[in-house]
């Protein structure tokens, strides 16, 4: 009785653990799909775009200037942020169960330490890097035509400049990222003590857009 009554849950229960698992192990190790829920990277992406983040890539290499990629948030690694809280990081579970839609919609719920941010490479290890006040961007003191910025930072004679100029050199094993929207972007230019990203922290790469219809096409590194 035990045993067919175990044959029948299994039957009925089984084929939808096997999916989950298989999404589960997809999501991790392979693809996953994301959304953009802000403008830090406007004109390339718009808010609510819907995105394929591919994590094979980066088992085989490092990060490539111009890449878009996606990472784990800075209150999740950054020492300074990481001091500055009143509680313990959340556990990985934890993230992933306020990542629900439904849940993550609960005031008091989400920690930023469970965020994911997506910006793009404007530098690897090694690289000498400059960032004007501007948001315009010198690499190893050539200057960087970036087609994909069209909003940089104002500058207005006697007004206050929000953007932060930055000259230095990017450590091995790490990048600089940078949102497109040069002037409103909070990125590796306002980080606290260390600006720069750790490639063990990022998730993966943008490479598609699937949503909306209208302007499905891949996700330009130049």
């Known amino acids: 009785m035990k045993t067919s009554r175990l044959a029948?849950?299994?039957?009925?229960?089984?084929?939808?653990?096997?999916?989950?698992?298989?999404?589960?192990?997809i999501k991790?190790?392979?693809?996953?799909?994301?959304?953009?829920?802000?403008?830090?990277?406007?004109?390339?992406l718009q808010i609510n775009d819907r995105l394929v983040i591919e994590k094979l890539s980066y088992r085989t290499r490092s990060p490539k200037r111009g890449e878009v990629v996606v990472f784990n948030s800075p209150y999740s690694f950054n020492k300074i942020l990481i001091a500055k809280r009143l509680n313990p990081l959340p556990s990985t579970l934890k993230c992933v169960v306020v990542s629900f839609p439904l849940i993550n919609s609960l005031l008091g719920?989400?920690?930023p330490a469970c965020n994911a941010y997506i910006k793009r490479v404007v530098a690897v290890g090694g690289d000498s890097v400059f960032v004007n006040s501007e948001g315009k961007l010198f690499?190893?003191?050539?200057?960087?035509?970036?087609s994909y910025v069209s909003n940089f930072c104002p500058l207005l004679q006697g007004s206050f400049n929000s953007c932060r100029s930055i000259n230095t050199v990017?450590?091995?094993?790490?990048?600089?990222?940078?949102?497109d929207n040069r002037a409103n972007s909070w990125d590796g230019r306002f980080w606290p003590g260390n600006r720069f990203l750790p490639e063990k922290e990022i998730l993966g790469r943008a490479v598609w857009r699937f949503w909306p219809f209208t302007r499905i096409g891949n996700i330009s590194s130049n």
């Open 170 to 179: 990017v450590p091995p094993k790490h990048v600089l990222v940078l949102g």
């Open 28 to 44: 991790s190790f392979i693809a996953e799909a994301r959304y953009i829920p802000s403008g830090s990277m406007l004109p390339t």
């Open 109 to 111: 719920v989400v920690d």
């Open 8 to 25: 029948a849950f299994w039957d009925y229960w089984g084929p939808v653990f096997v999916t989950f698992a298989l999404y589960a192990g």
């Open 139 to 146: 690499v190893n003191k050539e200057s960087i035509n970036e």
